[in-house]
């Protein structure tokens, strides 16, 4: 029996030390896991890195992705080798839907009003727009269960997501064709728990839901979203 590995995707405004608590209970009880950076430079372009990364580890991958990461392992889990997904705090797509579709159809979360832009360079190209996160705004809409002193070092290496990927459309929806979990972050000010219930539920999901947890509930309650990951990797073992 092959242990699939546990390919952790980070979402915007984090990066993949945000999965430092998880891993350290993954690999507590035997479960290889790679946790790669995410480029967040486009739906399309994201995906098919997650999938490159997934398609290079050797045996079944379960895919994890935590807020926008959701969107990039549902296109990537079409990967061969992906057995399972689970989504964290996650935007779970249609094929064809994109980011600020699904987000449309619930009130907004706090985190609209209170990003920051800047641009960056490309080539041949006008400047592109890209989005962190307000710093003062940081802890109460990304981390509000998190320690203070975390929170400060979080808002300050935040990793910035290109704009453009709020309206770019899903490709496909891995969970039509393999088995998907889902942790709901019932205190989330950064996607509306709203969001995360419904693409759980239109998956078909297993649905685990963390009363108080906040957007960075990797952060905060790592041991939690590790369990659910092991359980995934459990059923698809």
């Known amino acids: 029996m092959t242990t699939p590995t546990a390919v952790l995707v980070h979402g915007a405004f984090a990066d993949a030390g945000s999965w430092t608590g998880v891993i350290d209970h993954l690999q507590r009880h035997g479960v290889p896991v790679i946790a790669p950076p995410n480029p967040l430079r486009g739906l399309a372009a994201d995906a098919a890195y997650v999938a490159s990364v997934a398609a290079q580890v050797d045996g079944p991958v379960v895919l994890v992705g935590h807020s926008y990461g959701g969107a990039l392992i549902t296109v990537a889990g079409t990967t061969e080798n992906v057995v399972g997904l689970v989504y964290v705090a996650a935007y779970v797509l249609e094929e064809g839907e994109s980011l600020g579709e699904l987000q449309g159809r619930f ?122 990951i092991r359980e995934a990797v459990r059923a698809t073992s």
């Open 107 to 228: 009130p907004a979360s706090p985190l609209v009003s209170n990003l920051k832009q800047w641009t960056y360079p490309v080539p041949g190209a006008d400047p592109a727009v890209e989005v962190t996160i307000a710093e003062d705004a940081f802890p109460s809409v990304f981390a509000a269960d998190v320690p203070a002193g975390t929170t400060k070092l979080l808002a300050a290496a935040q990793r910035p997501l290109a704009a453009a990927a709020f309206e770019e459309k899903a490709s496909a929806a891995a969970w039509r064709t393999k088995p998907s979990w889902a942790l709901v972050a019932a205190a989330d000010q950064a996607i509306n728990p709203e969001v995360e219930r419904y693409g759980a539920k239109r998956a078909g999901a297993t649905i685990v839901e963390l009363e108080g947890a906040s957007h960075a509930v990797a952060v905060s309650r790592p041991e939690e979203v590790a369990d659910l």
